[in-house]
């Protein structure tokens, strides 16, 4: 746990000294899972490219020990959402992070997954995955450069050292709802609005017209 024994006051026999090291429970725990992230292998757009480079020979994620990049959610902790989120996709990344496992990260990385990026104003993007999923990181940039996303990652490292067993939320009793999934449509979706979606739909239908009805912003 974070509180632990103060070494400054706890004595070491001489025998010991220079060959034991004292340290928490939560620092250990943090120092294995800083060190062995496992980002999930996909990409959306031009990001993506970027975030190939990162983990090519020269920038070497390996040294952070995030070079496994799985093809499964459920062997990932960490989703890179690298490129344009579009309304088509959403509701797959969102279906993705939900099969992680937990512990789980999520990092942003550029502009259009921050905030819609250059496309925001586009009838088919979301303005940032963060409308659906929970960011830890944002990294910045249009795109980002493996040194931005290094750096990022590093951010995310830096998370991972405050985090404490007491805690976390995977370690407690009740289980974690997950994320709902949001609605292809015609407009940027709440799922919260989701009910409202449907009964505007069927009173549209019903009146004959288009089944497209505009929810009114959350
Ligand atoms: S932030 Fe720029 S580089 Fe990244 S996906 Fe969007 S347009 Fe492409």
Redesign the pocket.
């Known amino acids: 746990m974070s509180e632990g024994p103060d070494v400054s006051v706890t004595p070491i026999p001489p025998e010991l000294q220079g060959k034991v090291t004292i340290t928490s429970l939560d620092k250990i725990y943090n120092w294995g899972r800083r060190n062995s992230v496992w980002p999930m292998f996909f990409g959306l ?3 993506a490219i970027e975030m190939i480079c990162t983990a090519a020979s020269r920038f070497d994620l390996s040294r952070f020990g995030m070079e496994i990049m799985r093809p499964s959610p459920r062997q990932a902790d960490l989703l890179i959402v690298s ?2 989120v579009t309304k088509k996709m959403a509701p797959q990344i969102v279906r993705l992070y939900d099969q992680m496992a937990e512990p789980k990260y999520v990092l942003a990385m ?3 997954a921050s905030g819609g ?2 496309f925001k104003e586009g009838y088919n993007v979301v303005p940032g995955i963060d409308q659906f999923i929970p960011v830890d990181v944002y990294v910045p940039g ?2 980002p450069t493996p040194q931005a996303l290094l750096h990022g990652l590093i951010h995310l490292q830096h998370k991972i050292d405050g985090q404490s067993l007491r805690e976390v939320a995977w370690y407690r009793r009740e289980t974690a709802a997950e994320v709902p999934l949001p609605l292809l449509g015609p407009d940027l979706i709440n799922p919260g609005q989701a009910g409202l979606l449907r009964e505007r739909a069927a009173q549209a239908s019903a009146q004959g017209g288009a089944a497209s009805p505009t929810l009114p912003s959350s």
Do not use: D, L, N, S
Request: hydrophobic content about 15%; charged content about 0%; proline content about 17%.
């Open positions: 757009a031009c990001c490129g344009t550029g502009a259009c990026g250059p249009c795109p």
